[in-house]
């Protein structure tokens, strides 16, 4: 009696020509690079015109449907919402995201070349702009009241 072949002979045949890599082949591989650390200084990027708009419908949309708890199904809305609106009605919200780009590239523009700089005047910037600018314009005007303190003394 012939018999054919059963699946048992048919995986055997598969698994042999399968190959299991050896840990040695592995250590070849290239190491992989590390992401270069983010500086905390830098300036966010400005959000897109649909992110601007999205933070205005999160709101609306949380006070129509207070039970919502799912993200996704905000997401699907908004991006449905913003898909229906005419050019007109999306126009405040490509101005507003306009009008922060504008503000991101000065400040861009500003820290890059702060980067440039040097190392003991940018060191100096740091600590600064931990400030707030009227935090730096007080203190610069403490300085001034010192000085004129000790010119009246003498």
Known sequence: MKRGKSKADTTKKADTRLSVKKGGERATK?????????DPNKPKRPPS??????????????????????????GKAGGDKWKSLSEAEKAPYVAKAAKLKTDYTKKIAAYNKNQSGGGSHAAADEDESDKSKSEVNDDDEEEEGTEEEEEDDE
């Open 30 to 38: 290239k190491p992989r690079k590390t992401k270069a650390a983010k």
């Open 49 to 74: 015109a649909f992110f601007v708009f999205m933070e205005e419908f999160r709101k609306t949309f949380k006070e129509k449907n207070p039970n919502n708890k799912s993200v996704s199904v905000v």
